[in-house]
């Protein structure tokens, strides 16, 4: 979901051509800042998991660094591990 989330933003000033760009910027803003306050609450939720966990991440990702993003969620995890997909 935040993949989805990163791909609109960026593509947003184009679509949206008659959306001042002030206001655009603030709608933006607010979603992200939302979107964080949610990602902090699940991440409390995560460390609470006790089974094993496959994090699963492409190595040439092009919407963001999901190798990254999937060693930093394994941190949180008490018995996870990260398989990297090539390509």
Request: glycine fraction near 4%; hydrophobic fraction near 50%.
């Amino acid at each position: 979901r935040e993949a989805y989330m990163g791909r609109v933003a960026f593509s947003l000033p184009c679509r949206l051509k008659f959306i001042p760009r002030e206001a655009l910027r603030w709608r933006l803003e607010e979603w992200l800042a939302t979107g964080a306050r949610h990602v902090q609450q699940r991440e409390m939720e995560l460390c609470a998991l006790t089974q094993p966990t496959v994090i699963v991440a492409g190595s040439a990702d092009a919407a963001l660094p999901s190798v990254a993003e999937a060693q930093r969620l394994a941190a949180l995890l008490p018995d996870a591990c990260v398989h990297v997909v090539p390509g």
